[in-house]
């Protein structure tokens, strides 16, 4: 435990080291900002708006089918086909983000394109769509486990007292699986809000906010895929590089957030 924490605490101090310069030299402007433009100036706003749109709407697609999923195979399926469904889930859990993105570059941003009549399918929604596709199988196989881990005698004395299957579930399955179930959400939440190859190849790379901002053909940035774009071309560049710094601890502090709400609201619902 206190290896994990001082390698947290000197990931961060790193990152706030390096971020310094940039900080200082635009302060407040720097997260506030629309414009970047390397050697000129630095506005984180556009990667944070397109990281939480692309998060976001990866987590609005994946998790009632993870969930639904999790919930048929745990409580629905026989005991074989359960192990096969979760072999097949952690397999696809596994699958390098790289080929996730040559795959959403070759058939999904095509599909985006036609479907909806667009001149590019590299967009928010192409991106959104390839990170739900990634972020399904950690959730569905993580959810799985946790309903699974109930012990029988809930459903048992559920049934035994006149409920349905479905009202078990709800209420007596569901709510011990909770923490497991958040736990399973938040790792994708991490894995959505950090990945960046797959991001990368399907969102466009335009340093811009849509107009307006809900806009989901709009070609955007994330925070990671902005790292990916510009990291080795910035080594040895003050300025460049501390902002770059400055986004990556951004990113730290938006997953640290949204964690630690969730562990709140967990709280209050136990």
Known sequence: ALVSLGCIAGLFAFLVVQSVPILVEQKWNFLLGQDWWA??????????????????????LAL?????????????LPAKRRLWVKALMELFAGIPGI????????????????????IDGNTILTAGLLLGIMILP????????????????????????????????????LPEALPGIAGAIFLGLGRAMGETIAVMLVIGGLDKIADPWYDLFAPAQS??????????EAIGTDLQWSA???LGMTLFLIVMFFTLMGNLLLKRVR
């Open 99 to 118: 080929i996730y993105g040559l795959l959403g570059v070759a058939f999904l941003a095509g599909w985006v394109k036609e479907s909806f009549g667009l």
């Open 138 to 173: 950690t959730i569905l196989t993580l959810s799985e486990d946790a309903l699974h881990a109930v012990p029988g005698q809930y459903s048992d004395t559920a049934l035994s007292l006149g409920l349905t299957k479905l009202q078990m579930i709800t209420s007596a399955v």
């Open 223 to 232: 925070i990671a895929s902005k790292l990916g774009r510009e990291a080795a």
């Open 39 to 60: 050697g000129e100036v630095y506005g984180a706003l556009p990667m944070v708006y397109g990281s939480c749109m692309v998060t976001g709407l990866a987590l609005l």
């Open 244 to 246: 770059l710094m400055a």
């Open 64 to 76: 009632p089918l993870a969930i639904g999923g999790a919930v048929f195979t745990s409580e629905f």
